[in-house]
Nanobody
Framework: QVQLVESGGGLVQPGGSLRLSCAAS????????MGWYRQAPGKQRELVAH???????DYADSAKGRFTISRDNTKLTMFLQMNSLKPEDTAVYYC??????????WGQGTQVTVSS
């Protein structure tokens, strides 16, 4: 059973940056494709970016060119560097396996609010 804990969110002005972290407790993290999801009020949860166990990345169109996903398999951690943030990036951000998530592994998420 993998436990996931997100951190690093906060309130930031449009154009600013945040770096989100995801800490995993299960060793299978290291051989799983992982992703960052977000859910804004009134919207469905969406996959923002994912990264394979070997470091191959992909991004949603909304994130491409602004966000960078990375991971450290030794430390069982994953990151999302978010630059040039926009108000529409406001959401609760979660990490989990992608595209098939572990149902029992959702953490509390970390709130990202982009506002002036």
């Amino acid at each position: 059973q993998v436990q996931l804990v997100e951190s690093g969110g906060g309130l930031v002005q449009p154009g600013g940056s945040l770096r989100l972290s995801c800490a995993a407790s299960g060793i299978i993290f290291s051989r799983s494709t992982m992703g960052w999801y977000r859910q804004a009020p009134g919207k469905q949860r969406e996959l923002v970016a994912h990264i394979t166990s070997g470091g191959i990345t992909d991004y949603a169109d909304s994130a491409k060119g602004r966000f960078t996903i990375s991971r450290d398999n030794t430390k069982l951690t994953m990151f999302l560097q978010m630059n040039s943030l926009k108000p529409e990036d406001t959401a609760v951000y979660y990490c989990n396996r992608a595209p098939g998530y572990w149902e029992g592994s959702w953490g509390q998420g970390t709130q990202v609010t982009v506002s002036s």
